[in-house]
């Protein structure tokens, strides 16, 4: 045998050693005394990183149930909201509909800011705006890329070439005749953009600060806002004029020649892809919440059998 102080080989199995003189029977004896004697740090580390992991993985296992439900039923309540109290809803999605004009203008080149049930669009192309704007999204483009947020660089390059194709490639009248579509369709677009909020990393001020569960909502009331007008019968459908002009829908049709079939079935395609955009980032968002709780599951059992194992103080 070896003895188990020293390391001296034994050529048979003697009381003590030969080299050191330790009885063999009171150094195991004592050795059994001291697992995990009190003072010992081992143990008591190994049950700290327990009780971290086991905290980690109750939150992920809250945020599973929110990737499950929250989507499905901020969807389905913003929908019996429409139906119930279109108006109310409309004082909300309002917001939505007139950023999206907004949008639709600085993506073309023009200078505009939603207001309250009305967008003031610039009469002129302002390329002083879109030099600007294609420098943020240049310089976000490439923060992003330091910190290695490759969905943000995909998303800042998409939005610079929609930028430069908006105002170099289109003409002013087919500009306009987006500005004005990008109403509706914003609700749809950013409403989409909205309720994706709820996917925000966990180190993210919306998600820390809860403020995705508003945008959830928001942006679910603006899609369903716009998805039910679309989707309706033709006699529900926006055309029309108030104190600040035609409708959005009757400028379309009145002014710019588009057909009603035509209008209602690019809302409904631009609403279909949306739909497609949710769907997609619902499965993900589970699928990256099931395979996050495997792995904190794996690393308590491979934690939780290091704690029983035999810890000896020597």
């Known amino acids: 045998m070896e003895c188990p102080k ?20 009171k150094f195991i004896a004592a050795q059994e005394d001291a697992l995990f004697a009190p003072g010992d740090t081992v143990p008591s580390a190994i049950q700290a990183d327990l009780e971290r992991l086991r905290a980690d993985r109750d939150a992920l296992r809250r945020e599973w149930r929110a990737r499950v439900l929250a989507l499905p039923s901020a969807l389905l309540g913003a929908w019996f909201a429409v139906k119930a109290a279109p108006g109310l809803v409309r004082m909300f999605s309002m917001w939505v509909h007139e950023s999206g004009h907004a949008v639709s203008a600085w993506l073309c080149g023009y200078s505009a800011w939603p207001g309250p049930w009305f967008t003031p669009v610039a009469s002129e192309r302002s390329f002083t705006l879109t030099g600007l704007l294609v420098v943020l999204l240049v310089v976000g483009a490439y923060r992003a890329w330091q910190r290695e947020r490759w969905f943000w660089v995909a998303a800042a390059t998409v939005v610079l070439l929609v930028t430069l194709c908006g105002t170099l490639l289109l003409t002013a009248v087919k500009a306009r005749q987006l500005i004005t579509f990008g109403g509706d369709g914003g609700c749809l677009v950013l409403g989409t953009a909205l309720m994706l909020t709820v996917y925000a990393r966990p ?31 033709f006699d ?70 290091h704690a029983n194992a035999p810890h000896f103080v020597t």
């Open 6 to 25: 020293c390391g001296f080989a034994q050529d048979q199995t003697p009381a003590e050693c030969a080299r050191c003189g330790i009885v063999f029977a």
């Open 203 to 233: 180190d993210h001020p919306l998600r820390r600060e809860r403020l995705r569960w508003a945008l959830l909502v928001l942006g679910a009331l603006a899609f369903m806002d716009a998805y039910v007008i679309w989707s309706g019968s």
């Open 236 to 305: 529900r459908l926006p055309f029309g004029e108030s104190e600040h002009g035609l409708s959005d829908p009757s400028v379309l049709v009145e002014q710019f020649g588009w057909g009603v079939l035509l209008l209602v079935n690019r809302y409904i395609a631009l609403a279909r892809a949306c739909f497609f955009v949710l769907a997609a980032a619902y499965i993900g968002g589970i699928m990256e919440s099931v395979i996050a709780l495997r792995a904190t599951q794996f690393d308590d059992e491979r934690r939780r059998s």
